[in-house]
């Protein structure tokens, strides 16, 4: 939760810069093959502090697995108004957790979590996404985000926040899904929320669940 210091920050801009200025060096040169990973190492560069796992091959593309990241969670933490240490952060985190089993028991298919989405191609990236997890069955394609909301006086902002949030999410990767694709929005709660409260675009809906 620690603030990386500036020389990091430059150290890290620094790389970015060279992967990019390899990948163009080696398009201009017809090394396609080295352009390509040049690019991919780049892409990666953009989230190096949060990678723990990494694919690549030239037929089907790059694939990163990622660490959430702690913001995240500090997010929702400032969401509800609660101090920031580490025993709210390990509980969210278990609250997190408990949902996400509950909910892959529910619908069943395959989850994966830690997975970072990007609209756009580097430089150029348009729109980045992290969601809690992404849940695949066989007709949809699933993407789950969880909103804790401790008093009922943060429930408006929370749920409206996380609604826009979701809205561009369907907005950017709907045409690149290759099935349904939806949006859960999960309303992780002690005190009871009404879902149909709030209006949802297409392809986002809202859950209630009781903790």
Same mark, same amino acid.
């Given at each position: $939760?620690?603030?990386?210091?500036?020389?990091?920050?430059?150290?890290?801009?620094?790389?970015?810069?060279?992967?990019?200025?390899?990948?163009?060096?080696?398009?201009?040169?017809?090394?396609?093959?080295?352009?390509?990973?040049?690019?991919?190492?780049?892409?990666?560069?953009?989230?190096?502090?949060?990678?723990?796992?990494?694919?690549?091959?030239?037929?089907?593309?790059?694939?990163?697995?990622?660490?959430?990241?702690?913001?995240?969670?500090?997010?929702?933490?400032?969401?509800?108004?609660?101090?920031?240490?580490?025993?709210?952060?390990?509980?969210?985190?278990?609250?997190?957790?408990?949902?996400?089993?509950?909910?892959?028991?529910?619908?069943?298919?395959?989850?994966?979590?830690?997975?970072?989405?990007?609209?756009?191609?580097?430089?150029?990236?348009?729109?980045?996404?992290?969601?809690?997890?992404?849940?695949?069955?066989?007709?949809?394609?699933?993407?789950?985000?969880?909103?804790?909301?401790?008093?009922?006086?943060?429930?408006?902002?929370?749920?409206?926040?996380?609604?826009?949030?979701?809205?561009?999410?369907?907005?950017?990767?709907?045409? $690149?899904?290759?099935?349904?694709?939806?949006?859960?929005?999960?309303?992780?709660?002690?005190?009871?929320?009404?879902?149909?409260?709030?209006?949802?675009?297409?392809?986002?809906?809202?859950?209630?669940?009781?903790?």
């Amino acid at each position: $939760m620690k603030t990386a210091p500036p020389i990091k920050k430059l150290e890290k801009f620094a790389i970015e810069i060279i992967f990019l200025g390899f990948s163009i060096a080696f398009f201009y040169k017809s090394r396609y093959a080295q352009s390509f990973l040049s690019l991919c190492l780049f892409f990666l560069s953009l989230k190096l502090e949060n990678i723990s796992e990494f694919v690549i091959s030239i037929k089907d593309g790059f694939k990163a697995k990622y660490h959430i990241p702690d913001e995240k969670i500090e997010q929702d933490i400032k969401d509800n108004k609660k101090p920031l240490n580490k025993r709210t952060f390990i509980s969210l985190k278990q609250i997190e957790e408990t949902v996400l089993r509950d909910i892959q028991k529910r619908i069943g298919g395959k989850m994966k979590r830690q997975i970072n989405f990007v609209y756009g191609r580097p430089p150029n990236i348009e729109f980045a996404y992290t969601p809690d997890a992404v849940i695949q069955t066989k007709k949809e394609l699933i993407f789950v985000e969880i909103k804790y909301v401790s008093k009922p006086g943060f429930a408006d902002r929370i749920i409206q926040r996380g609604i826009e949030q979701l809205r561009t999410v369907v907005e950017k990767f709907t045409p $690149m899904a290759g099935k349904k694709f939806i949006t859960k929005l999960i309303l992780a709660s002690n005190f009871y929320i009404d879902p149909g409260k709030y209006k949802a675009p297409k392809g986002v809906y809202l859950e209630f669940y009781k903790l």
